[in-house]
Each structure stands twice: as C-alpha cells, then as structure tokens.
C-alpha cells in the first residue's frame, strides 16, 4: 500500500484527495496539510478517508512512513517543498507550473538526479480521452506527416484582476496547459513563438499587466506549425478543442458535453453547451493522471510525464509574454 501525504487542500487538492480515495485501491492519503485547514475541511477529509489533517507540511515531509507527495499549494510554494520533499526521499506529484523561474525549475531537476525518485508535473488534459484519442491517431501515422496543429483553448469566465496579477499571466497560469498539449499532439518541442494579445474582455486584467485574449503562433523542431487560441471568457462555456492535419488527414476532436441530445424547433436546432469549467470536464483526467503517478512507483516504471515535460511549457510562456511586449517572433533557445 502506497501512503500518500497531500500539500495543498483548495481546489485542485481536494479534486486529487477525491480521485484518489474513490478510484485507487493499492494507494491510502495517510495526512492532508494546509495551513488554513479548518473543521470543515478536516472533517471532509475524514469522509474521504484521510486519516490525518495539519497546518504544517512539514509533517507530512518529515513522516518516514510517507512514500509520495502531492504538492497541490499555490504555485511559489511549488519548487521549494519539491527541493525538500526530494531531500526526505519522497516521491513527488507537483501541479503546474513547477514555478515561473527556469532557474527553480533546473535547480529541482538537478536534485532529482540519481535519485531513482519518480516526479510527475500535474497537466491533466494529456489524459483527456479525447485529447488521448487524437494524439493516438496522430502517432499511429493516420493522419500522415503533421503540418497544422490547432488548439482552441476559452475559458468560460474571466478570473479577478488581483488574480491575473498575482498568477504569473495568462501564459504561464492557463496557455500553459495548451503549451504542453501542443508538445503532446507535435510529439516535439516548440522552435519559436509570436503573439498577438490584449485584453479585450476586462479593461482592469489589462491594467493588472496581463492579457485575456490572444493567438499565439509557433514553430515546432518537427516542422509542423501550430496556433493557439485563448480567451478568457466564453459565455457558451469551457471550449476545448484540437485538431492536427497531415499530409494524409485530418484528426479533430469537439468539446464534451453533459448529453449527445438535439433539440429541432422552428427557429434551428438547440444542443447541450460544454461542460461548465476544469472541474466538469477533466475530472476524470483527474484521476487518470494520479492512478499513473501511483502506478509508476508501485511498478517502478517512468512516470508518463516527467519533470522535463514541466520546463518545457514554462520556457514557451516566457516567450510568448516576451514575443507579446517586444511585439516580435521569440525563440525558445532566448529563454533558457
Ligand atoms: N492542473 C490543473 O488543471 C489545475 C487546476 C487548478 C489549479 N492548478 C494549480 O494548483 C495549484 C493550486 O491551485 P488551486 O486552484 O487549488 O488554489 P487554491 O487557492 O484553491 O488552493 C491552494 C491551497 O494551498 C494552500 N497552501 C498555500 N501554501 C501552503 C503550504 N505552504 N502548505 C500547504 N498548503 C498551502 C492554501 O491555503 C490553499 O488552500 C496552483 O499552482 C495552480 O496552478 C492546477
């Protein structure tokens, strides 16, 4: 049996305390710590099964009895219980982005080295089962050498203008996400990235420093070229999808929605909006990414995505913000 320790209870923790306590049978949460854990919290934990709750992290860090760690806390705090969960011999799950400074993030994979420690960077969508579908297609050869790759990427409302200030920006905080599904779906690195963007949702995000609208461009090492968009607000809900097209093809996927049903009136036909937000639509990612995670240490195989896979995307954010003040192409290789 695997015991788990969760740092981090707000809502991607609890969404990782749920997956694991209702769908992984060799794995137990033995301490969930938060500095602001409160009855509630605790007691809900309790329902889940956990059998311990904090204030202090360091409980879980110093407990030799603890084999993995889920770092689920706000994202400064990432690197650094990474650096001492690796020091106490722990495995580690880390939710994105490992940390908006490249030079963290190497520090973090330079302490892995001969460790033999498995490290897993939290992007769920690579576990989406359409998102797994079209990369499957893609590398079967279906489609062809890949040419064009297209991400839609909207969320269905924007955050505050203090969080967009405090987040790192959209594109460390939510492109994010859609920078490593366009490595998942090219099957390489991005070259180089431009982009367009602007704040034309919240005037106040676009005083806070940041954008919630852009297209961003990039060149992949493969060849192929892809482009993003991103919104931060689609009143028709959370708008999630790709398609990659090839000398061969195309493969595309749409967004998921709560029912398959059509509604013809005189007026045209009505169907289902997406499902609402992160939470409807990837829980199941959710808790396809954790069951690999505990599956990697108790088979003692790779971890599907490793801790390379969380720098790469935070290299491509840090050039698309640069490409987006200096109003040029950046290349990866300015970044680091
Ligand atoms: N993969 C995804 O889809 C996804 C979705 C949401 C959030 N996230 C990431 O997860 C992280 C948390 O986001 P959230 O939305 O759950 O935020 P949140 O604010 O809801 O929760 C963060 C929690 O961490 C706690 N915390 C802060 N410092 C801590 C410490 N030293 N020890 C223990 N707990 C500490 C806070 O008290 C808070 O309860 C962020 O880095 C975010 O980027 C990922």
Known sequence: MIKVGIIGAG?????????????????VIKTVADPFMNEETAAWAKSMGVEHTTKDYHEIIDDPEIDAVLICSSTDTHSPISLEAIKAGKHIFCEKPIDHDVDRIKEVIEALKGTGLKYQVGFNRRFDHNFQAVQAAVAAGKIGKTELIKITSRDPEPPSAEYAAVSGGMFLDMTIHDFDMVR???GCDAEEVYVQADSLVDPAIGKAGDVDTA???????????AVIDNSRRAVYGYDQRAEVFGSEGMVRTENDTASQVQ??????????KPLFFFLERYMDAYGKEVTAFLDAIKNNTDTPLGVEDGLEPVLMGLAAKKSWQEHRPVKISEIG
């Open 263 to 272: 509604i013809a009136g005189a007026n045209g036909l009505t169907t289902e």
């Open 184 to 186: 998942f779906l090219a």
């Open 215 to 225: 297209v961003i461009t990039l060149k992949m090492k493969n060849g192929a070229i």
């Open 11 to 27: 809502r991607i923790g609890k969404v990782h305390i749920t997956s694991i306590s209702t769908r992984v049978k060799d794995a």
